[in-house]
């Protein structure tokens, strides 16, 4: 785990509100359309529209956010879908109050 990558990461105020969206998603999104549930998380798209940004934007925070393991991505059909990746979450805040 990279704390000093995660940190840039998180200094970003709308990728922290992109997380805690992440976090209940049925509170900040509509119901998918496709799926029917939450369970694989958000599209790309519905994510891009509440923050207010291009898609291609929020894609690329997604992605930083993902090899960074803050979220899972999960593929369906031509629409990728982002949830928390809620052990690698706790185990960064674990790490952090331990260096700390």
């Not at 000093?4 to 976090?23: A, Q, T």
């Not at 923050?51 to 999960?74: E, F, N, R």
Request: aromatic share 8%; hydrophobic share 35%.
């Amino acid at each position: 785990m990279d704390i000093i990558e995660i940190n840039k990461i998180l200094s970003n105020s709308l990728r922290v509100e992109i997380l805690n969206w992440l976090k209940s998603p049925e509170d900040h999104f509509p119901p998918h359309k496709e799926l029917g549930h939450f369970n694989d998380g958000v599209c790309v798209q519905y994510i891009g529209e509440k923050a207010g940004i291009s898609q291609s934007t929020v894609s690329q925070y997604l992605s930083q956010m993902q090899k960074a393991g803050l979220v899972i991505a999960t593929r369906h059909g031509k629409w990728t879908y982002y949830k928390r990746n809620e052990k690698n979450i706790k185990e960064y805040i674990q790490v952090l109050s331990k260096t700390l």
